[in-house]
């Protein structure tokens, strides 16, 4: 099973990720997927593989992503290589834009993870990382998430201690190995 990590801004999904992979790093059933962007490794957010534009055209003609998007002025792509972890059985755990949900579920069994929190601490969130004007916050806060209809969702409130966010997601993660397990 694919589960697709999805979440607005300042929700906390690349810190309550970190947390999780640690978590079940020796865990043979997960995989916990590094994304291809091109953004230089020194820009700061969660770790990826840098590349190139020139470079992640290249690898995307090659048929090396299994999904990619564009967004943000970036590129970013989730390697072909999920797929064989996914004929075996194991849990694919990547962090995928709104945009390619519909596409993975038409040729993945796949659940949707939402990492949300309110308004008030995603602002606060968002506020904090000094990246964004007042005015850009507001513009993101003011974004509806909307999903395709038919996903298969499970929601994380990630409003107290990231510790806490984590042990949410590894129950939902732990259930969906279970499910993937049954099916």
């Known amino acids: 099973m694919l589960v697709a990590v999805v ?3 300042g929700a906390g999904k690349d810190t309550l990720m970190e947390l999780a992979r640690a978590q079940l790093d020796s865990d043979p059933r997960f995989r916990f997927v590094q994304r291809a962007i091109t953004r230089p490794a020194e820009a700061g957010g ?3 593989r840098p590349l190139g534009v020139a470079e992640f055209e290249a690898e995307c003609e090659a048929g090396g992503f299994a999904l990619h998007w564009d967004v943000h002025g970036l590129r970013y792509g989730i390697p072909r290589d999920i797929e064989a972890d996914l004929a075996a059985g194991r849990v694919v755990v990547a962090n995928l834009s ?8 038409s040729r993945y069994a796949l659940r949707v993870l939402v990492v949300t929190a309110p308004i008030a601490v995603l602002a ?4 904090a990382r000094g990246r964004e004007t007042p005015e850009d916050i507001a513009a993101r806060l003011a974004r509806e998430m909307r999903l395709a209809p ?8 990630n409003d107290a201690t990231p510790e806490d966010g984590a042990a949410r997601v590894v129950a939902a993660l732990t259930r969906a190995a279970e499910d993937a397990r049954r099916s």
């Open 7 to 9: 979440g607005p801004s």
């Open 46 to 48: 969660e770790a990826h």
């Open 98 to 105: 709104r945009s390619v949900l519909a596409d993975a579920a």
């Open 124 to 127: 606060a969130r968002l506020a």
């Open 150 to 157: 038919g996903l298969d969702v499970v929601t994380v409130m």
